[in-house]
């Protein structure tokens, strides 16, 4: 029993970075210009098909390198051509744009590498076990943490320490007062989706290596992100991350208890934030 | 009357020609009953949708979730409690409608954005119920064994079961009621205070209406109607599976309000004629279909905001 748990709890854990590497994305578009990118999960499967697509040629590890930076070059082309038309208009629009930008992605993963499930290689000395008592800590599965973990601080050093992050960070608090500062908010727009595009296929190419390679892959994947998001609250990193952790380990915890709700439970946890703390866990108040 | 008023009549009129004689122009231009009989039920859907986006300005992506649970309710009702049409529209609606006015209180404070992210979330639960819980609604492959039943009143029975045309018109009185309801609320004092909400929230605020309140009301009656449509949607196809109620069919009412014009109160029903059209002609001519429906989203964000009764009256006003 304990160790069923302990194993669902971990499964639930890197759920949990997935669905934190897909939120942050999603968040910093949204923090900024005000987007809600529905085909990140496109963007995700795209930066899947492309590891597997490149494997041949590079290997694993040279994929795990090319493939999000390749995702992230396609979403500066989908920014500039076609999300930087709907900036500053009813937001409804960004929302209908991305939802046909999903179709497309969703369609045309299946037009170019077939719809069925295909398999998706990793090293294999990192998929054995580590330890005979705790079959499911594979290799893996700990690189897996390991590659999220240090996406996430790299992430912050780059909020934190880079200009372009500082710059991020204030034009998500005053637009405005950073574009008559000088800062070419374009260009500040534009790098901000490609990072937030980076982080989903950077997750791609991890989610395919444990899930397999599935047109639908992104789908699946945006709504719980969505949640991590509310939980978290809506215009804090930190929250988004905490968010998407917390819901992975409550749907890992509930697969032991009940498993037919493991994934009802998470919009259950989205529920009682909104009705005790409306904001989110970390959100700022009065934002939304 | 005079005659601004009159010419103000002249679309209603002409759409409830189209509608009352669609059966009989329809297949003059190449289409088949259930087409007719979809567009009005995904318009309905649409219009719907619309009392809440165009009319209050609140952007709801979740309307799937209660067409979903309408559209459940119905087929369960005839599957498993009593094989009466009439009882499972009425049960489709009272569940669409308690579901939407218990989860009401939790998003009507959000706007923007948020409400929109957090109303798509929320239709997920429902559609993981659907999926998980397939011993009594079949899971991924949808609920079916039930058609809809005969229409029987005192005097008579009428055949909406194998009489397509029959069915058609039951679908038209209905949407006729709704309609007929959605347009004498928003001619209402609360129909304009929705209205108020919409063009300056503040300034309802400061006025001293309570606009969580009529927010509250108007997405519980947009989703009562979403969920009638829903309902009228099982019957059709005689069929419901968990599609009905994914995050994606959310969009699809919402691009078609917008296609046909937010702003307009027949906008949605037009919209809803063009997309079913185009995803009816799409699906039979090509697999990628999904790629287009795609393209079109893209293609009416970029060109087409006003939706096609914005664009007209536009012209006319210039």
Partial sequence: MTQLLLFNVFNGLIVGAFYA????????????????????????????????????????????????????????????????????????????????????????????????????????????????????????????VLVVAIAVIGLFLILTRTRLGIRIRAGTLDLETVSVLGVNVRILRNMNFGLGVYLAGLAGVLAVGQLGLQPTIGASLIMPSFVAIIVGGLGSLPGTLLGGLLIGVASGITTVFFPSATEAVIYVMMAVVLLIRPRGLLGEEGRF | MNSPDLNKQIPNVVVWLLLLAMPYWLPAVGGYPELGTRVVILGLAAMSLNFLLGYTGVLSFGHAAYFGLGAYGAAMTIRYLVPS??????????????????????????????????????????????????????????????????????????????????????????????????????????????????????????????????????????????????????????????????????????????????????????????????????????????????????LVVLFFPRGVLGMIRRKVMS
């Fill in chain 1, 21 to 144: 590497l897909m939120a942050l994305g999603l968040s910093l578009i949204l923090n900024l210009s005000g987007v809600i990118n529905f085909a990140h999960g496109g963007f995700l499967a795209i930066g899947g098909y492309l590891a597997y697509t490149l494997i041949p040629y590079v290997g694993f590890w040279g994929a795990l390198v090319l493939a999000p930076l390749l995702t992230a070059v396609i979403g500066f082309i989908v920014e500039r051509v076609l999300i930087v038309r709907v900036y500053g208009r009813d937001p409804l629009y960004s929302l209908l744009l991305t939802f046909g930008l999903a179709f497309i992605f969703e369609d045309g993963t299946r037009f170019i590498w077939g719809a069925q499930s295909l398999p998706f290689q990793v090293p294999g000395w990192l998929m054995t076990p580590l330890s005979s008592d705790y079959f499911f800590l594979t290799g893996y599965r700990l690189f897996m």
């Fill in chain 2, 85 to 298: 049409t009439g009882i499972g529209i009425l049960v489709g609606i009272l569940i669409g409608t308690i579901a939407a006015a218990i989860i009401g209180p939790l998003i009507i404070r959000l706007r923007g954005v948020y409400f929109a992210m957090v109303t798509i979330a929320f239709g997920q639960v429902f559609f993981f119920i659907a999926i998980r819980w397939n011993s009594v609604t079949g899971g991924d492959d949808g609920l079916t064994g039930w058609t809809r039943v005969p229409l029987h009143f005192g005097f008579t029975t009428i055949d909406i079961q194998n009489n397509p045309l029959a069915f058609y018109y039951l679908v038209l009185v209905l949407f006729a009621v709704a309609a007929g309801i959605m347009a004498w609320m928003l001619r209402s004092p609360f129909g304009r205070t929705l209205i108020a909400i919409r063009e300056n929230e503040r300034r309802a605020r400061f006025l001293g209406i309570p606009v969580d309140q009529h927010i509250w009301m108007s997405w519980v009656i947009s989703c009562c109607f979403v969920s009638l449509a829903g309902a009228l949607y099982a019957l059709l196809n005689n069929f419901v599976d968990p599609r009905a109620l994914y995050w994606t069919q959310s969009g699809d009412f919402v691009i078609m309000a917008v296609l046909g014009g937010m702003r307009s109160f027949w906008g949605p029903l037009i919209g809803a004629a063009i997309y079913v059209v185009l995803q009816d002609y799409l699906s039979s001519q090509t697999e990628n279909w999904q790629s287009f429906i795609g393209l079109f989203f893209v």
